[in-house]
Every structure is written in structure tokens, then in C-alpha cells.
């Protein structure tokens, strides 16, 4: 097991990015709603960010309203990569 420290808010949005089965993809009003703050999506976006262990907390399946992928610390290169890997893993 893993100790992940942040405040309530961020370990509420960690474990709602958990929930998420491979190759999907969600965006950031989802997950600050799926945290029990459904207008706190910038304060989401922020706890995204924040993931310490993003290998574990699979913060590269949350994109933007609108389609786009929005950023990744790791940069978009990687994110698309992950995204890509996951789809092809769980495609039939």
C-alpha cells in the first residue's frame, strides 16, 4: 500500500480518478463532481495537477470539456501515449 497525503478535497478527486476503468476518459467538472464538489472544477484541475504518483492515480484520463487533452506535467507527448496504450490494451 501507498501513502498519498493532500487535503480531503484532493484525496476525494484521487479516488474518483481510481474509479476510472482503463481507457476511459473523463473530464475535469466530472471528477470535481464525482469528489462531491460539483463547481469546483478549477480546485479539481489543481488536484489533478498536484497527483504525486501519477503511475498509480491515472490522472492522463482527464481531458477538457470541449475534447482537447488539456495539460499533464509529464507533457502531452506522454499523455497521448498513455491514452493510446490504454485504448489499444482494453479495444476488443
Sequence with gaps: SVLV???????????????LSPGTLTTYSHIAAAAGRPHAVRAAA??????????????????????TLGGYRWGLERKTAIIAWEHARVAP
Aim: hydrophobic residues 50%.
Design 46 to 67: 489543481s488536484a489533478i495537477g498536484a497527483n504525486p504518483v501519477a503511475w498509480l492515480i491515472p490522472c492522463h484520463r482527464v481531458i477538457r470539456a470541449e475534447g
Design 5 to 19: 497525503r493532500g487535503t480531503n478535497f484532493q484525496i476525494n478527486v484521487w479516488r474518483a480518478l481510481l474509479r
